[in-house]
């Protein structure tokens, strides 16, 4: 796989509370100039960059960021605002207490209400991986194929560890055929985006995909 096909699978990510708009303007630069698959960045800013970019940036962003345990009608709310500023697709954190309650009716329900409200545009679902056991891994990847999600993404960056090949390779062996992987938190090497894209899955979120190729 040469930089440019590695490149159309990344979602060129920005998630820091003290994101500013250079920042996050550099980010989509880059994603424009390098072509990757979007940008991830905070919601906030979906609208500044729709209006900036127009059609040249697909635009991701995130719900109940980072720790998933917003109420599903303020997600749903906050689904709809993304999409009405111009967000293609979005990333929702699951309920990760209502997983190990083992409510999981809850999970299955609030993710499936995320997608109607996404509509056509793409949902991805993070899922936390550090926090999980390999038990509660399986049970979510049923519950989110049965959801109707896009996508099982792995990690918000923001616990206590990222993707792991082990993970993504759990995740193949129990998803639905419709459902794709994202590998999210931790990938830092070429290597890394080379084995994640091998393993299989669609996208990868990082920040330093485009200077990690540069480099290389």
């Known amino acids: 796989m040469n930089k440019q096909e590695i490149l159309g699978h990344i979602d060129h990510t920005l998630l820091k509370a003290f994101s500013t708009w250079d920042q996050i303007k550099a980010l989509c630069d880059d994603a424009v100039e390098y072509k990757t698959a979007s940008v991830c960045i905070p919601p906030s800013f979906v609208k500044r960059a729709k209006e900036t970019y127009g059609d040249a940036l697909n635009v991701c ?31 929702m954190v699951i309920n990760i207490g209502a997983l190990k309650d083992k409510d999981y009716d809850y999970v ?20 936390e991986t550090c926090y999980l056991t390999e038990e509660e891994k399986v049970k979510v990847c049923e519950l989110v194929t049965n959801a109707g999600a896009d996508y099982i993404k792995t990690s918000t960056g923001f616990g206590t560890g990222g993707a792991t090949i082990e993970d993504i390779n759990l995740f193949k062996a129990h998803i639905g055929p419709s ?38």
């Open 61 to 91: 962003t995130v719900i109940g960021f980072p720790l998933g345990y917003n109420t599903t009608a303020v997600k749903a709310f906050e689904v709809k605002e993304a999409i009405r500023e111009g967000a293609s697709e979005v990333d």
């Open 108 to 127: 299955q329900n609030e993710i499936a209400e995320l997608k109607k409200a996404a509509g056509d545009h793409i949902l991805k679902v993070i899922v």
């Open 179 to 216: 459902v794709k992987m994202k590998a999210s938190g931790g990938v830092k090497t070429v290597e890394d985006l080379e084995m994640f894209l091998d393993a299989g899955c669609e996208r990868i979120g990082t920040s330093s995909a485009i200077g990690l190729l540069k480099e290389s």
